[in-house]
């Protein structure tokens, strides 16, 4: 539990000291936050920062493909009702990046901590979680990120014996099997749009049966488990069988799942789901995400899409047909430089849209929409797009870099 004893040894408040200062230099150089170029030298300095700084804490940690930076601030939101929160909420999910949040919190009761899927065996390790939430898991970065069994399986080795109440999507084969080598399960029926990743089951490779909205393995027997929470319509049903409504100002069935899984995370800490989600109706926009900003005159809705399970989501928040779409696509680094993965969406949802298409592959996305049938148009810039763009609010969707870009050319 949280205490006021100081963990921090002399070389860890030096480390700490050091990593604050490089990331003050690094953001007045304008290159970004810092925390991680932060985190990094504070980590060099003292490699067990990340668990001393933990020490204190009663943690949270969120992993999932998608979903996980929304999720974050829901449940920080939440948990703020019992005691002051520190979280990475702008997503830098990467050891560095958690040592640097972590060290800003020094007074905080709770650190509830986004990770990215890679590294959660790591600092569930470091970070002696109280609660860790699994919300999906779905094929992203396809060039470096592994494919999502692999993940499963790292998942699951890595949370065995786990001493922490894991919050699991019971709708998600992988995240089911990735969870059940942990002792303390919850399981939330948060649903499963994407279903791609699902088809074999993770436990023997057999095909996965999939009736309604159940599904197991006819060949070994693993199979969907009860959940105890349970996502129904625009409510959240708890334990008790109890029906709460679910406000929020982000839009999309995809959010009313976070809330669903975020409301069973605070009820780990005691907070009740009618606190919970009333807290959650604070959280307007993520790290931009879901704002709709002014740009040349018009109205421009910003949306993050990563992978073919987040645009599958994304599609659904649109406003209908004749509503202009501005599609941007880059594959840098932080996005994955294999954009095969854009064959996996289906664009003809997007039929009766107007299309624009801009970013540094917009011609791999040209070529996509091309043979999806999508009437489109090829542009340089968002701003020559904006132009083009018919009367009506615009949707902009975009990939991670390419949704940093539109951010500093739009002044959001």
Request: charged share 20%.
């Given at each position: 539990m949280a205490g006021n004893s100081d963990p921090l040894t002399p070389r860890a408040k030096i480390a700490v000291t050091a990593g604050k200062a490089v990331a003050a230099a690094s953001r007045a150089a304008g290159r970004g936050s810092g925390s991680v170029i932060g985190g990094r030298v504070a980590l060099k300095l003292d490699p067990d920062l990340l668990a001393r700084l933990a020490q204190n804490l009663d943690v949270v940690l969120v992993s999932a493909t998608n979903g996980k930076t929304t999720t974050t601030r829901l449940i920080a939101e939440a948990l703020r009702a019992a005691g002051p929160v520190v979280s990475n909420a702008l997503g830098a999910n990467m050891p560095a990046g958690i040592t640097s949040a972590l060290a800003g919190g020094s007074d905080s009761k709770y650190g509830v901590i986004e990770v990215d899927e890679k590294y959660l065996a790591g600092v569930a390790r470091d970070t002696?979680?109280?609660?860790?939430?699994?919300?999906?898991?779905?094929r992203d970065q396809l060039d470096r990120a592994a494919e999502t069994r692999m993940l499963a399986e790292n998942w699951r080795e890595g949370l065995a014996g786990s001493k922490a109440v894991?919050?699991?999507?019971?709708?998600?084969?992988?995240?089911v099997w990735a969870a059940s080598s942990s002792p303390n399960v919850v399981w939330v029926a948060a649903g499963q749009m994407w279903k791609d990743d699902a088809w074999s089951c993770p436990s023997c490779g057999g095909v996965?049966?999939?009736?309604?909205?159940?599904?197991?393995?006819?060949?070994?027997?693993?199979?969907?488990?009860q959940p105890s929470w349970a996502l129904s319509g625009d409510h959240v049903l708890d334990p008790h069988?109890?029906?709460?409504?679910?406000?929020?100002?982000?839009?999309?069935?995809?959010?009313?799942?976070?809330?669903?899984?975020?409301?069973?995370?605070?009820?780990?800490?005691g907070v009740p789901p009618q606190v919970a989600l009333e807290r959650m109706y604070q959280v307007q926009a993520v790290a931009g995400r879901?704002?709709?900003?002014?740009?040349?005159?018009?109205?421009?809705?910003?949306?993050?899409?990563?992978?073919?399970?987040?645009?599958?989501?994304?599609?659904?928040?649109?406003?209908?047909?004749?509503?202009?779409?501005?599609?941007?696509?880059?594959?840098?680094?932080?996005?994955?430089?294999?954009?095969?993965?854009l064959w996996d969406v289906d664009y003809t949802r997007l039929t009766g849209h107007p299309i624009f298409v801009i970013g540094d592959r917009k011609l791999d996305l040209a070529v996509r929409l091309e043979v999806a049938n999508q009437h489109f148009q090829v542009c340089d810039s968002v701003d020559q797009a904006v132009q083009q763009c018919p009367p009506g609010r615009i949707e902009v969707i975009a990939n991670y870099t390419a949704f940093q870009d539109l951010r500093r050319r739009v002044g959001n």
């Open positions: 002696a979680p109280k609660c860790i939430a699994l919300l999906n898991l779905s894991v919050v699991a999507n019971a709708d998600d084969p992988l995240v996965m049966q999939r009736p309604g909205d159940d599904w197991f393995c006819g060949e070994c027997g693993f199979r969907r488990p069988g109890s029906a709460w409504p679910i406000h929020l100002q982000l839009p999309g069935r995809a959010n009313k799942a976070n809330a669903a899984s975020s409301a069973a995370v605070a009820a780990v800490f879901y704002d709709v900003v002014q740009f040349q005159g018009r109205d421009l809705r910003l949306l993050l899409a990563k992978n073919p399970a987040g645009w599958l989501e994304t599609f659904s928040l649109i406003d209908p047909a004749p509503a202009p779409v501005i599609l941007s696509v880059n594959a840098r680094g932080a996005d994955g430089t294999d954009t095969s993965w």
